[in-house]
């Protein structure tokens, strides 16, 4: 059976800590990996990673794949209070996504 | 653009009541898909279609009914609303079949309270 799973499934730092959210995968047919934010509402995109060792970045976050570990990590830099979300990792196989439960982040000012 | 709309916002439906949870795009998107978000967990695909009259079952599909007649609407259906069902939906679209970073996106989900 395909599944995703992210760890930790809650964390909670102080503004302008760095935190690391870890995602891993056995899924059929792994095409690629993405990296989701969540607010209290529909999840919005951060990241597609399909090959390995090639860093994504977008200002103080960046995301990693290593396809042959299975695994994912994405780092946020500096965390600021706006950065409290769920971070969803989902994984494209067969055509469907296929998520992880998710990893709740609180940052305290 | 829109992009992905859902209607209701919030809805309470009795134990074997029906409804049906609209969604529409007006991004001509092929693709589109039907989640459910249970609390404190990730989404979970139950339906998607990959154009107008063709459907398939997600992960999670018991209880529900889809159908694609346009390529601006994708309907889902509960017959018997159980609490079981009781959830955040999410409708999503995609242009095509994944090209590089292509991506989902999602309307801002209708949550359903089964009692």
């Known amino acids: 059976e395909d599944k995703v799973v992210q760890s930790p499934l809650s964390l909670v730092v102080h503004e302008g800590d760095t935190v690391t959210l870890n995602c891993s995968y056995e899924?059929?047919?792994?095409?690629?990996l993405l990296w989701y934010k969540q607010e209290k509402k529909a999840p919005t995109f951060l990241f597609m990673l399909?090959?390995?060792?090639i860093e994504k970045k977008s200002g103080r976050l960046s995301s990693i794949l290593d396809k042959k570990e299975l695994f994912s990590i994405l780092n946020i830099t500096a965390t600021q209070t706006g950065d409290s979300a769920v971070y969803l990792c989902?994984?494209?196989?067969?055509?469907?996504?296929?998520f992880g439960q998710g990893t709740e982040l609180s940052v305290k000012p | 653009n829109a992009g992905v709309t859902q209607t209701p916002k919030f809805r309470i439906l009795k134990i074997g009541q029906s409804m049906t949870l609209q969604c529409a795009q007006d991004?001509?998107?092929?693709?589109m898909y039907w989640y459910r978000q249970d609390p404190g967990m990730g989404l979970k695909l139950i339906y998607y279609?990959?154009?107008?009259?063709?459907?398939d079952k997600g992960e999670v599909p018991n209880g529900y009914n889809v159908s694609r007649s346009t390529t601006e609407d994708f309907p889902l259906r509960l017959e018997l609303a159980a609490p079981s069902q009781t959830s955040v939906y999410f409708c999503?679209?995609?242009?095509?079949?994944?090209?590089?970073?292509?991506?989902?996106?999602f309307g801002p989900g209708t949550r359903l309270l089964v009692l």
């Open positions: 999503a679209s995609s242009r095509g079949q994944w090209a590089m970073q292509e991506t989902q996106y």
């Open positions: 899924v059929t047919n792994f095409r690629s």
């Open positions: 399909t090959s390995s060792g």
């Open positions: 989902a994984t494209l196989a067969g055509g469907k996504l296929i």
């Open positions: 991004m001509n998107h092929n693709y």
């Open positions: 279609s990959v154009g107008a009259g063709i459907t």
